[in-house]
């Protein structure tokens, strides 16, 4: 019967389909991360977060003698410093724990910069640390952020430096991650799926003319 032929090729297609989903899925991890060789720098750039694992790499960095200057960049969402004035309030916002637990592994507080604006996008922070390094003149830095995000984040710091600036990719050493399997956890498994919607959204960016 013609029917239960196509049936046949279709449960077939579909058990192959699956099992190439399978083979690929820990590419798909691995294929994220990426890992530059580290060579000395002028600043060490812990983009913005709430996950201080990308803080604990920078000062790890620090303390190996890869730089001498750690800089954050502030994460989205902090409350505006005007609207504690205004209802008299006061409690320590993201980057002041940062600079806190920079200070408790060693960093010297002159040797810790901040932004001093709230970057909301990857691509702004990019924006934003290529200016300031052309300015001071900077000519190598390594970015610390989390593994999964090392590739996209790459992209944009090395289109914004176009060669001017040496940017090194460095995912924390700090955070559980397990690429080979990453679907078996939740926040791999939303690392991993928003990063490569991220992805498309970023080729599509850098095929719009101007961008």
Sequence with gaps: MKWLRRLGTFFVVLVLLALAARLAAPFLGRALIRSDQLAPADAIVVLGSHRMERTLEA?????????????????????NGQLMQRLHVE???????Q?????????????????????DATRDEAAFTIDLARR?????????????????AGK???????????VLMRPDRYERIVPDVWWRRPIDRFDVLSEYVKLVVQNFRFMMPGE
């Design 59 to 79: 000062a790890t960095l620090y303390k190996e003698g890869w730089s001498g200057r750690i800089l954050l960049l502030r994460s989205p969402g902090e409350v």
């Design 91 to 97: 409690f320590p916002v993201w980057i002041d724990l």
């Design 99 to 119: 600079k806190n637990v920079l200070q408790q592994m060693g960093v010297p507080a002159a040797s810790i910069e901040e932004s001093g604006v709230q970057l």
């Design 136 to 152: 001071k003149g900077w000519k190598r830095i390594i970015v610390s952020t989390s593994p999964y995000h090392t590739r996209r």
């Design 156 to 166: 944009y710091f090395r289109r914004e430096a176009a060669g001017a600036v040496d």
